[in-house]
């Protein structure tokens, strides 16, 4: 596959704040971090909230480079679909990037491979950059690893995704017994894992393109182990849980994404 220096893909460290926080807590995150962050030519950084906090989010971070990221999003525009939301309306007012297929969506709320591809080309359809998650047990294919297997959720999510469309879209590999574990998986098996869904995005389109696409990992993520993960050839940055709930962690992960081979710089005194 041809190999492109990972340098010429921006890292991008985006935090998943799930159900927590009310909204006096994220007016006061924002407020620590909002000058912070480094220009998104550098990292870009982006917030995943409830959808009740994002137009506030979108408001007052209109003069910083973090972008606004939705937990879900329906597959259509409008409609009867009580307690849903519209990724026309999420765009309407603001929101960047959604997260779509999360482990926890696919294990309380049944979405499936179907459901999860039909919000892809739905928020790619309105504008919308998806961040799609990929809870797949990687070591099935540890014994393909030199023939070129193809990850089946990241297959499924992308049918009927052009080219151009591709280009707007981020994966997040997060192994179901890392997320909130405590346990992250291992430098190697992140990479690993991230080398096999880039072979499958080779395949799905071509080695170039593979190239180009950004790669997350996700589960368990802290300031002490996301150095050596996002040091990996093939991971271009976090999706964080609990350790993003803390503005000087995410301002500590945002720093190791810019230069994962640089000292972070001490939170403490920020």
């Keep these: 596959m041809v ?14 704040w799930k159900i927590n ?3 006096a807590d994220v007016a006061d995150f924002l407020k620590q971090v909002n000058s912070e962050v480094p220009d998104q030519k550098i990292v870009e950084t982006g917030i995943a909230a409830q959808d009740l906090f994002l137009a506030n989010m979108v408001r007052d971070t209109v003069d910083s480079p973090i972008h606004v990221v939705a937990e879900n999003v329906h597959w259509e525009d409008s409609g009867a679909y009580t307690g849903e939301t519209s990724p026309k309306a999420l ?41 799609i998650d990929v809870d797949e047990d990687m070591r099935t294919y540890a014994q393909f690893m030199d023939a070129d297997p193809s990850v089946a959720q990241v297959a499924a999510a992308l049918a009927g995704v052009s080219v151009d469309q591709i280009r707007n879209v981020t994966i997040a590999y997060e192994p179901t017994w890392a997320i909130g574990s405590g346990e992250a998986a291992t430098a190697d098996q992140a990479q690993k894992a991230a080398h096999l869904i880039r072979q499958t995005l080779a395949k799905l389109y071509s080695p170039v393109i593979a190239e180009q696409v950004r790669v997350l990992y996700g589960g368990s993520v802290t300031p002490e182990n996301a150095r050596e993960i996002m040091s990996q050839a093939d991971i271009d940055g976090v999706l964080v849980g609990t350790a993003a ?18 000292p972070t710089f001490d939170t403490e005194n920020v």
Excluded: C, M, W
């Excluded at 190999?3 to 998943?16: C, D, L, S, T, Y």
């Design 21 to 23: 926080k009310l909204q």
């Design 3 to 16: 190999r492109i220096h990972k340098e010429h893909r921006v890292p991008f460290v985006v935090a998943n």
């Design 245 to 262: 709930l803390d503005p000087k962690k995410f301002l500590q992960l945002v720093e190791i994404a810019r230069d994962p081979n640089v």
């Design 91 to 131: 765009k309407d007012i603001g929101a960047e990037y959604v997260l779509i297929g999360h482990f926890e969506r696919r294990k309380f709320f049944n979405e499936t491979d179907s459901t999860v591809n039909l919000k892809v080309t739905a928020a790619l359809r309105n504008g919308l950059r998806p961040i």
